[in-house]
């Protein structure tokens, strides 16, 4: 039964500390979402990326978040310095390939791991 | 821009009645919606999705979904409740925004359907 797999499930740590999150994404999904999610702002788009490359990472604070994909079996996000506004719940999401004649029935759904909370104090 | 609206942040439903979660969207071009579910502590899961053909969906765990083009809505139903569908569900559509991935989708609020015994 394939799965997104998530590492840390739970974090917490003191303002100031670099906080990293890791993803495994299916084996052949060629794109990798970020998500924040928090009561508040509900569910969040950070960054994207496809066959390892960044797409989009608008959503993203830039001055302390970075996203990448070393390999196509591992995707980090990266908090430095982590502040107590980033406590949220971060999913990675990853798709199968969209085909490339970009047809209705290429188009797939996200499959999301289980998350990780993460409590800034 | 792409948008979803969902209108109700909860639903309660009494288990063996029909439920509906509501659903609009704001799309440029044609439709494609999606419904996922997210049980507590987990990620979302899908259900299903709308590209073209039939407009009503069937999905996973006895979900269906109706896509009326003339209202802009793709409403999530179910003829029966079980109190184990008591979840968040999330109603999203593709981003369609010019240069954008189409693996890219945006999601709804997100509606918490509580069912009662």
């Known amino acids: 039964d394939a799965r997104v797999t998530q590492t840390p499930r739970d974090k917490v740590t003191e303002m100031g500390q670099e906080v990293t999150m890791r993803c495994q994404p299916i084996l052949g999904h060629n794109t990798v979402f970020w998500y924040r999610q928090t009561m508040m702002q509900g569910l969040e788009l950070l960054a994207y990326f496809r066959n390892r490359a960044p797409l989009d990472d608008s959503g993203m604070p830039k001055d302390r978040f970075s996203a990448e994909m070393p390999d196509a079996t591992l995707a980090t996000l990266k908090i430095q310095p982590s502040e107590p506004r980033d406590s949220a719940v971060y999913f990675c999401?990853?798709?199968?390939?969209?085909?490339?004649?970009?047809?209705?029935?290429?188009?797939?759904?996200?499959?999301f791991g289980p998350g990780t909370r993460l409590t800034v104090l | 821009a792409q948008s979803v609206a969902q209108p109700e942040d909860q639903v309660n439903v009494a288990e063996g009645n029909p439920l509906t979660v509501k659903c609009t969207y704001s799309v440029s071009g044609n439709p494609y919606l999606f419904w996922y579910v997210q049980y507590p502590n987990r990620g979302l899961q899908f259900l299903l999705k709308y590209i073209t053909g039939d407009n009503l969906v069937k999905g996973s765990y006895g979900f269906e979904a109706e896509f009326n083009k003339s209202q802009t809505s793709f409403h999530l139903k179910k003829p029966s409740a079980l109190v184990s569908d008591s979840a968040l569900y999330f109603c999203?559509?593709?981003?369609?925004?010019?240069?954008?991935?189409?693996?890219?989708?945006?999601f709804g609020s997100g509606t918490r359907l509580s069912i009662r015994p």
């Open positions: 999401a990853s798709g199968l390939p969209v085909g490339t004649s970009g047809g209705a029935s290429s188009y797939n759904e996200q499959f």
């Open positions: 999203a559509v593709r981003d369609t925004t010019p240069y954008s991935s189409a693996s890219k989708i945006i």
